[in-house]
T-cell receptor, first 116, second 111 residues
Framework: NAGVMQNPRHLVRRRGQEARLRCSPM?????VYWYRQLPEEGLKFMVY????????ESGMPKERFSAEFPKEGPSILRIQQVVRGDSAAYFC??????????????FGPGTRLTVL | GDSVTQMEGPVTLSEEAFLTINCTYT??????LFWYVQYPGEGLQLLLK?????DKGSNKGFEATYRKETTSFHLEKGSVQVSDSAVYFC??????????FGGGTRVLVKP
């Protein structure tokens, strides 16, 4: 049973380019979450999606960042016009259930974005 | 709002030493509590969890007890190995399904 898949594992972009990060949840999971880990810091929530719906984007920067989870295919986190401060590890997680007691999230290996 | 506070690292230990990483939380209601571990260059793995007060989660020799009265979920291991070197995160599910993490504690075990 494959876990959460993320690609690419490493992504290098120059300032002003676009970064597209992909996440395929575990089989049977319909809840997807994106987190960002800045160097030497903990993980910060960015966005929570279900199929075709953004449920909570309270952690997303207001500009340049967007996320989607289409009916078919992986979830995509898109960063437009990247800046050096976007350099971080971006982790995707998925869960089968919702609700605070049952919400066990499984994490992917992350995409490490470096902006030159 | 919900929050998690854990002791700052790095924590440096010798092999077979006793490890404690403190974690306290602020939350409405009684959420589940989790410890995640991140090995160098990898993603997070769930280490253990507890779903209600007085529950003890355990895995790979690690233990943590959900203490409602002290709002704590301290992680312990009686005899660490070099392979336990990693960053450990305490976490709880906040409102809206998102996980709220502590800042992480880096543990380095020396032979």
């Amino acid at each position: 049973n494959a876990g959460v898949m993320q690609n690419p594992r490493h992504l290098v972009r120059r300032r002003g380019q676009e970064a597209r990060l992909r996440c395929s949840p575990m089989k049977g999971h319909s809840h997807v979450y994106w987190y960002r880990q800045l160097p030497e810091e903990g993980l910060k929530f960015m966005v929570y999606l279900q199929k075709e719906n953004i449920i909570d984007e309270s952690g997303m920067p207001k500009e340049r960042f967007s996320a989607e989870f289409p009916k078919e295919g992986p979830s995509i986190l898109r960063i437009q016009q990247v800046v050096r401060g976007d350099s971080a590890a971006y982790f995707c997680a998925s869960s089968r259930l919702q609700g605070r007691r049952e919400n066990e999230q499984f994490f992917g290996p992350g995409t490490r974005l470096t902006v030159l | 709002g919900d929050s998690v506070t854990q002791m700052e690292g790095p924590v440096t230990l010798s092999e077979e030493a006793f490890l404690t990483i403190n974690c306290t939380y602020t939350a409405t209601g009684y959420p589940s509590l989790f410890w995640y571990v991140q090995y160098p260059g990898e993603g997070l793995q769930l280490l253990l969890k507890a779903t209600k007060a007085d529950d003890k989660g355990s895995n790979k020799g690690f233990e943590a007890t959900y203490r409602k009265e002290t709002t704590s979920f301290h992680l312990e291991k009686g005899s660490v190995q070099v392979s336990d070197s990693a960053v450990y995160f305490c976490a709880l599910p906040a409102a809206g399904n998102k996980l709220t993490f502590g800042g992480g504690t880096r543990v380095l075990v020396k032979p």
